[in-house]
C-alpha cells in the first residue's frame, strides 16, 4: 500500500529524447519504403464517424438473453474522451467487428458482454493492467465474483476523459473530484461516510483537492486489501505523508508534527516498532484511524463530536480502556508537545532532568578527575622517592 | 607479614547473593528498557528483534521490575532485622561528617589538604551510590506504577501523570545506568579492583586505606557486636511476627502492581464494521 500513485512527470531532456528518436525512425522508415508508409489492413479499417453513423441513433440496444444494452455512442461525449482525442478508432479495440452486419453475439448477459473486453485494455494500458492483477478486485474476480471491478468499470472507454495533465501525469483537479463518485458506483455506503468527513465535504463541497481521494490511502489499480495487518500497521505512515507536509497543512494551520507526536508516545512508539520488525503481526495499540475514524475522519476542533472536546476522547479511550475515566484521556498527551501551557508537569519534569542529570553525572566525573589526578601526582612523587 | 594477609568479611553469601541478583535485575532492566526509550536508533530496535520484538522486551522489563521490587523487599526485611533485632549501628545512613569527609577528599585531590579523610564501614561515595539507588529505585517503582496501571492512576491523579511518569522514568533511568558506569565503575572496578562482592573479603590492608575506623573497630572487638542470647531470642520473637505481616502486604502491593489492571494490555481494539459493497442506485 504504499506505491506511488503519482507518477513523476517525464524530465524535458527525455520528452526531447523521445521526440528525436522517434523523428529518427520514422526519417528512417519513410527512406527505406515510402510505399509503405500507411499498412495495408488501414486502408480497409473502418473510420468512427463510419461506425457512429449509425451508432450514434438514439434508443439502439443489444438484446443479450433477457438484457438489453444500449448500444448508442453519443458523439459530443465520445468526443471529448480521450480515446477520441488520442484517435483510437473504434475497431481498436472492437476488433472483431469490420462491417455490418456485425458478427453475431454469443453471450447471454451484458455483464458477460462487458467481460469479453477484459482483456483489450491491454494492448495500449500494459502497466495499469498489469497493476491490476495485484488488486483486491482481481482477488475477488478470481474467486468467482464477476461483478468484481474490471477496467471498463471504472472507466468508461466512451466517455472517460483525460485523467492526468497531457504533459504532467499529476492527477487533474477534476479527476480528483471524479475519483469517489467512481468508487461510490459500487461502495455507496463508503462514499456516504466519506462526503460527511472533513475530507470529502471538502472535495465534494468545495472541490479542494489538496484533500484525499479514495485512491490516495487505497491506491490506484493495484489497490491492496485495507483490513489486513499490515495495512493497518502501516496506517500511521499513510496519513503522514499529507499530514506531515508543510506545503499542505499550513494552509490550514495544522500541525506537521502529528507523526513524531505519536510515534514519540507509547501506542504510537509500538505500532512504529511493529511496522517496521513485524508488519505482519497484529498489535492492539491503536493507529490514527482508531481515534479519528477510517471514511468519517472529523474535524478535531468540531464543537460537537471533535476529539479536542474531552468527553469525545474519552469514549476513544474507553473503546480499549473500558474502566477509563475522566482524568485519563489527559494521559495521551493530543499530539502536543509539552510546554508551560499543555501538559506543564511533564514539561517541568523534562526540565528538572535536562538539568539534574548533567549535574549528578558532571559531579561524578569532576571528582574522578581529580582522584585520578592525585593517584598520578602520588605515584610521581613515591617514584622520585625511591629512584 | 602476617599483618597483610589478614583478610576481613566484608559481605557474607547472604548480601552478595542479594547484590548479584539486584544487579542483574538491573542490569536486564536498563537492557530492555533503554532501547524502549530509544526505540528510534538501529541499535534499540536490533536490540529488539533479536529479543522477539517490543512486547517480548517488554515482557522482559516487567519481570526484571518485579524480581528487583522483590529484592527491595527482601532487603528491606534483612535491614529491620539488623536494626530492630542486632541493634547494628545504622552505618549507611548520611551524617554531616560524610559530606565534611568528601569535602576533604575533594580537597586533598587537588592538593589543598595534606591528608585523605579516615572512613569507617561505608564511605561517603559507597553511601552516595546507596542512596541514589534508593531513590532511583523509588522514583522508578513510582513511575513504573503509574504507566503499568494508568487507569488505576488516573482515577485519583491528572492524565498528564502519566506521560510524566514515563518522562521521568527514562530520564532516570538514563541517570541511573550512567550513574553506574562512571561511579560504580570508577569506585570498584577501576581504582581498584574490589573483590568484597567476589569473595567477600578484604585485606588488611584494603580496610586500612578505605575503612580505617571499621577496621580500629573491629580490631578493638566492637564492630559487630551480637547481643546475648536470651535478648537475641525475645526480639526475633517481636520482629518474626511484624516481618511476616510486612511480608505479606509488600507481597500484596507487587502483586496488586503487576495483576491490578489488563486492559491496556489485553484488549484487542474492535474493528469498524463497514459493508464494503454497496451498490449505488441509479438516481432517478
Redesign the interface.
Known amino acids: 500500500m504504499r506505491q506511488r500513485i503519482q507518477i513523476r512527470p517525464p524530465r524535458t531532456w527525455t520528452v526531447i529524447l523521445l521526440l528525436g528518436l522517434g523523428l529518427f525512425i520514422f526519417a528512417l522508415a519513410a527512406f527505406a519504403s515510402p510505399a509503405q508508409a500507411a499498412p495495408a489492413f488501414q486502408e480497409k479499417k473502418p473510420s468512427n464517424d463510419f461506425c457512429l453513423a449509425c451508432h450514434q441513433e438514439e434508443g439502439i440496444d443489444l438484446t443479450l438473453g433477457k438484457e438489453s444494452l444500449p448500444v448508442t455512442i453519443n458523439p459530443t461525449k465520445f468526443g471529448l474522451s480521450v480515446h477520441s482525442e488520442e484517435g483510437i478508432a473504434c475497431v481498436d479495440c472492437h476488433t472483431n467487428i469490420s462491417e455490418y452486419p456485425h458478427p453475431n453475439v454469443k453471450v447471454k448477459n451484458t455483464r458477460d458482454f462487458t467481460l469479453t473486453f477484459l482483456d483489450t485494455c491491454k494492448d495500449c494500458h500494459q502497466e495499469q493492467y498489469t497493476k491490476t492483477h495485484d488488486s483486491v478486485h482481481q482477488i475477488a474476480f478470481d474467486e468467482g465474483n464477476k461483478?468484481a471491478a474490471v477496467c471498463m468499470d471504472c472507466h468508461n472507454p466512451h466517455t472517460q476523459t483525460r485523467l492526468t495533465g497531457k504533459t504532467s501525469n499529476e492527477l487533474t483537479a477534476s479527476a480528483r473530484v471524479e475519483i469517489p463518485e467512481i468508487c461510490?458506483?459500487?461502495?455507496?455506503?463508503?462514499?456516504d461516510?466519506y462526503k460527511t468527513s472533513v475530507h470529502g465535504n471538502a472535495l465534494t463541497q468545495e472541490n479542494n483537492t489538496d484533500v484525499p481521494t479514495c485512491i490516495d490511502c487505497h491506491g490506484v489499480h493495484n489497490i491492496q486489501n485495507p483490513?489486513t495487518v499490515t495495512f493497518r500497521n502501516s496506517t500511521p505512515f499513510l496519513c503522514a505523508k499529507c499530514h506531515t507536509d508543510s506545503k499542505i497543512m499550513d494552509k490550514y494551520g495544522i500541525s506537521t508534527n502529528v507523526l513524531n507526536s505519536y510515534?514519540s508516545?507509547?501506542h504510537g512508539?509500538?505500532v512504529?516498532?511493529?511496522e517496521?520488525?513485524?508488519p505482519g503481526?497484529?498489535?492492539?495499540k491503536?493507529v490514527c484511524?482508531?481515534c479519528h475514524?477510517?471514511?468519517n475522519i472529523g474535524k478535531v476542533g468540531d464543537k460537537q463530536t471533535g476529539l479536542a472536546l474531552k468527553e469525545n476522547l474519552l469514549t476513544k479511550c474507553q473503546?480499549?480502556?473500558?474502566?477509563?475515566?475522566a482524568?485519563?484521556?489527559?494521559?495521551?498527551?493530543s499530539h502536543y508537545e509539552?510546554s508551560p501551557e499543555h501538559?506543564?508537569?511533564?514539561y517541568y519534569?523534562?526540565l528538572f532532568?535536562k538539568f539534574?542529570?548533567p549535574a549528578?553525572?558532571g559531579g561524578?566525573?569532576l571528582?574522578?578527575l581529580?582522584?585520578i589526578?592525585?593517584?598520578i601526582?602520588n605515584s610521581l612523587k613515591k617514584g622520585a622517592k625511591h629512584s | 607479614m602476617n599483618k597483610v594477609n589478614q583478610t576481613y568479611l566484608r559481605f557474607p553469601l547472604a548480601r552478595r547473593i542479594e547484590h548479584w541478583v539486584m544487579m542483574l535485575s538491573f542490569v536486564t532492566l536498563g537492557l530492555t528498557g533503554l532501547p524502549q526509550k530509544f526505540s528510534a536508533s538501529n541499535l534499540s530496535t536490533s536490540v529488539m528483534s533479536t529479543l522477539g520484538g517490543i512486547e517480548v522486551l517488554r515482557t522482559i522489563h516487567h519481570t526484571a521490575a518485579i524480581v528487583m521490587m522483590l529484592g527491595s523487599v527482601w532487603h528491606l526485611l534483612v535491614m529491620g532485622y539488623s536494626v530492630f533485632v542486632l541493634r547494628d549501628k545504622m552505618s549507611m545512613l548520611p551524617t554531616l561528617q560524610d559530606a565534611k569527609d568528601g569535602i576533604q577528599a575533594l580537597l586533598y585531590n587537588i592538593g589543598f589538604v595534606k591528608s585523605y579523610p579516615q572512613m569507617g564501614r561505608y564511605t561517603f561515595e559507597e553511601k552516595m551510590e546507596y542512596w541514589a539507588f534508593v531513590w532511583g529505585t523509588v522514583v522508578m517503582v513510582m513511575t513504573g506504577f503509574l504507566m503499568w496501571n494508568p487507569i488505576t492512576a488516573t482515577q485519583y491523579l491528572p492524565g498528564q501523570f502519566v506521560p510524566a511518569a514515563k518522562a521521568a522514568h527514562g530520564a532516570e533511568a538514563v541517570l541511573a545506568v550512567l550513574a553506574i558506569i562512571i561511579w560504580h565503575m570508577y569506585g570498584v572496578h577501576i581504582k581498584r579492583l574490589n573483590k568484597a562482592m567476589f569473595n567477600g573479603m578484604q585485606t588488611e590492608a584494603e580496610m586500612l586505606h578505605e575503612h580505617p575506623l571499621e577496621l580500629a573497630d573491629m580490631k578493638a572487638g566492637i564492630a559487630d557486636r551480637r547481643p546475648d542470647a536470651t535478648i537475641l531470642r525475645k526480639r526475633q520473637m517481636i520482629y518474626y511476627p511484624v516481618a511476616a505481616i510486612l511480608t505479606i502486604t509488600m507481597l500484596g502491593g507487587i502483586y496488586g502492581f503487576i495483576n491490578n489492571e489488563q486492559t491496556a494490555l489485553t484488549t484487542i481494539t474492535p474493528l469498524t464494521e463497514t459493508q464494503i459493497f454497496v451498490q449505488q442506485t441509479p438516481q432517478p
Open positions: 461483478n461510490a458506483k459500487c461502495h455507496s455506503g463508503i462514499y461516510q483490513t510515534v508516545d507509547f512508539t509500538t512504529k516498532l511493529f517496521e520488525q513485524f503481526q497484529p498489535t492492539n491503536p484511524t482508531d475514524g477510517v471514511h473503546r480499549c480502556h473500558p474502566d477509563a475515566t482524568n485519563f484521556s489527559d494521559a495521551w498527551m509539552p501538559f506543564p508537569i511533564v519534569v523534562n532532568y539534574f542529570i549528578v553525572l561524578m566525573v571528582f574522578i581529580t582522584d589526578y592525585r593517584r601526582i
